[in-house]
T-cell receptor, first 114, second 113 residues
Framework: AQSVTQLGSHVSVSEGALVLLRCNYS??????LFWYVQYPNQGLQLLLK??????LVKGINGFEAEFKKSETSFHLTKPSAHMSDAAEYFC????????????FGAGTILRVKS | DAGVIQSPRHEVTEMGQEVTLRCKPI?????LFWYRQTMMRGLELLIY????????DSGMPEDRFSAKMPNASFSTLKIQPSEPRDSAVYFC???????????FGSGTRLTVV
């Protein structure tokens, strides 16, 4: 079974519109969850992470994500898209059942239209 | 903190040649990971180390690939002999504790012609 599923390999939004990137995970134990962003010709950069505690986590550049255990989801949102948000976004999960390493989703390319 | 440092940034080599990619992790991090990224296969974990010891190399595609971590501040990924299908961007990442957030290097873009 796929550990991390990102719905939609490409998402296109208009500048100023809501950004919603979907991520579902499979884990039998409480996971740690992450979102990374990759700009062209760069490495992956951590946007935000959930480990324990508050289920709504805020990250850099105005992004946030909410851990919903009942839905096994960790969707990434931003109220208003900016042109500079155009990048590829990766959801990742770590849990003891996966060994001490992150498992990445396939990535979602976000396009922002002017 | 300079972050994870990879060298070279770009490498163009001829098929059959040996290629060595280098990585300096963040000081104090005890995990080091090597990833390969291609359009076709996305991000693939090749191998990772904990305290300089290789833990899981199941992602290494063939015997042509080898990785070492002689000390806590240096790791290499070697391909010998290289083939055109090895062309990709290779990333190194490090972390404190394997389940936490990773810090990635800027990657090495390898082109084998």
């Amino acid at each position: 079974a796929q550990s991390v599923t990102q719905l939609g390999s490409h998402v296109s939004v208009s500048e100023g519109a809501l950004v919603l990137l979907r991520c579902n995970y499979s884990s039998s134990v409480p996971p740690y969850l992450f979102w990374y962003v990759q700009y062209p010709n760069q490495g992956l950069q951590l946007l935000l992470k959930y480990t324990t505690g508050a289920t709504l986590v805020k990250g850099i550049n105005g992004f946030e994500a909410e851990f919903k255990k009942s839905e096994t989801s960790f969707h990434l949102t931003k109220p208003s898209a900016h042109m500079s948000d155009a990048a590829e976004y990766f959801c990742a999960v770590s849990a003891k059942e996966y060994g001490n390493k992150l498992v990445f989703g396939a990535g979602t390319i976000l396009r922002v239209k002017s | 903190d300079a972050g994870v440092i990879q060298s070279p940034r770009h490498e163009v080599t001829e098929m059959g040649q040996e290629v060595t990619l280098r990585c300096k992790p963040i000081s104090g991090h005890d995990y080091l990971f090597w990833y390969r990224q291609t359009m076709m296969r996305g991000l693939e974990l090749l191998i990772y180390f904990n305290n300089n010891v290789p833990i899981d190399d199941s992602g290494m595609p063939e015997d042509r690939f080898s990785a070492k971590m002689p000390n806590a501040s240096f790791s290499t990924l070697k391909i010998q002999p290289s083939e055109p299908r090895d062309s990709a961007v290779y990333f190194c990442a490090s972390s404190f504790g394997g389940m936490g957030g990773y810090t990635f290097g800027s990657g090495t873009r390898l082109t084998v012609v």
